[in-house]
């Protein structure tokens, strides 16, 4: 049992920047974040892999968005420049990705936290 807590979600207006907080109880081998907006389908952000700093993130979030751990090792940052209404969404982190699973597959974690909601004004 992994628990995950986000923080660090508002409002803020298009071209803003937010950076949300993901706490773990515990070593994780990888964090990903994901998203959720209102009636959409549920898209993996990135993912932070912990012993080779290593991230991947969605082409949706490329070049806006970045990964990054704290040197608690137990907090992992996303960073969030150039926000869009497009972006406003609940957000997640996750961890435990299963065996076979893929990164970018949202089915593919056992761990959630309970989200922060992410809100971008025109």
């Known amino acids: 049992q992994v628990l995950l807590q986000e923080s660090g979600g508002g409002t803020v207006q298009a071209g803003g920047s937010l950076r949300l907080s993901c706490r773990a109880s515990q070593y994780t081998h990888s964090t990903t974040w994901l998203r959720q907006a209102s009636g959409k389908e549920r898209e993996v952000v990135g993912i932070?892999?912990?012993?080779?700093?290593?991230?991947e993130y969605a082409d949706s979030v490329m070049g806006r968005f970045s990964i990054s751990q704290d040197n608690d090792r137990n907090t992992v940052y996303l960073q969030m420049n150039g926000l869009k209404p497009e972006d406003t969404a609940m957000y997640y982190c996750?961890?435990?990705?299963?065996?076979?699973?893929?990164?970018?597959?949202?089915?593919?974690?056992?761990?959630w936290g309970q989200g922060t909601q992410v809100t971008v004004s025109s």
């Open positions: 996750a961890a435990g990705l299963k065996l076979g699973g893929r990164w970018n597959d949202p089915a593919a974690y056992n761990y």
């Open positions: 932070f892999y912990e012993l080779s700093a290593r991230t």
